[in-house]
């Protein structure tokens, strides 16, 4: 690993510190200390007794409806629009040179036409965490990075990618809400198979996610069952981070 971070200097490296379980978390960008503490991030700081407040409600209830897979184009746009922010950070995203669109859109209805309503539900999701202006950017990063990995790793075992994606997303998305996972699914209308995998790391798309988390952390001891090579997950995870780094200065 070594070896390869000093060859990938002008990416982000992002490694686990398993010394630690606190303390605040760091990032080593062009360094050939390729550590990083991510603990802190990871975990909700959950207070008993506690509930969400109104505001994180909302966002819960926008995710919500946004995992909807039956929703149509039209009901798909009412809901973006209802949020102005989303509204704007999304058509700026959609045109931005990232995504390369051969032209430029002007409404939500025109950049869900162009990019199909399953990943205009993505991007907007993300962005909704996005928001989360008390909490770091390298949750969103971490975040980012998983999404990208799961939905790589499942198209390499031919397994529907949207789903991968999600999981991905959301595996950390107790420490975003501060709250445990079980409660947030039971206010989100995933598949049972999203569940599974985000609840108890089991099924398909739970041994992807934890194959990742576990390269992620450089726990090789836990890959054993996987049928994703190391060599194959050390290039997704590089892409990943590439890519991740892309959507977020096109966030900017």
């Known amino acids: 690993i070594q ?119 993505q991007w907007a999701s993300v962005m909704v965490l996005a928001n989360f202006e008390t909490k770091p950017v390298e949750l969103m990063r971490i975040a980012l990075v998983r999404a990208r990995m799961c939905e790589e790793v499942c198209r390499e075992k031919s397994i529907p990618s949207g789903p991968g994606f999600t999981v991905g997303l959301f595996s950390v998305l107790d420490a975003f809400f501060d709250c445990e996972m079980s409660q947030l699914m039971e206010q989100l209308p995933l598949s049972g198979a999203i569940q599974l995998a985000l609840l108890e790391r089991k099924g398909e798309l739970g041994e992807v996610l934890e194959n990742v988390v576990a390269y992620e952390q450089t726990r090789w001891e836990a890959m054993d069952g996987s049928h994703t090579s190391l060599s194959q997950l050390r290039n997704i995870y590089w892409q990943s981070i590439a890519w991740t780094d892309q959507v977020l200065k096109s966030f900017r």
Not at 22 to 36: A, E, I, L
Not at 62 to 70: C, I, Y
Not at 78 to 102: C, H, M, Q, W
Request: aromatic share 6%.
């Open 3 to 121: 070896g390869v971070a000093q060859s990938r200097r002008g990416y982000s490296i992002y490694r686990w510190d398993r010394r630690t379980n606190h303390g605040p978390g760091r990032r080593v960008s062009n360094s050939s200390d390729t550590r990083f503490d991510n603990n802190s991030f990871c975990k909700p700081e959950i207070i008993k007794g506690t509930r969400l407040s109104n505001n994180r409600m909302s966002l819960v209830l926008l995710l919500a409806k946004l995992q909807q897979e039956d929703i149509t184009i039209p009901e798909l746009e009412e809901l973006i629009k209802t949020d102005l922010a989303l509204s704007v950070k999304l058509l700026r995203y959609v045109n931005s040179a990232f995504v390369g669109l051969p032209k430029s859109v002007d409404t939500i209805s025109q950049a869900i036409c162009m990019v199909g309503t399953d990943r205009m539900r």
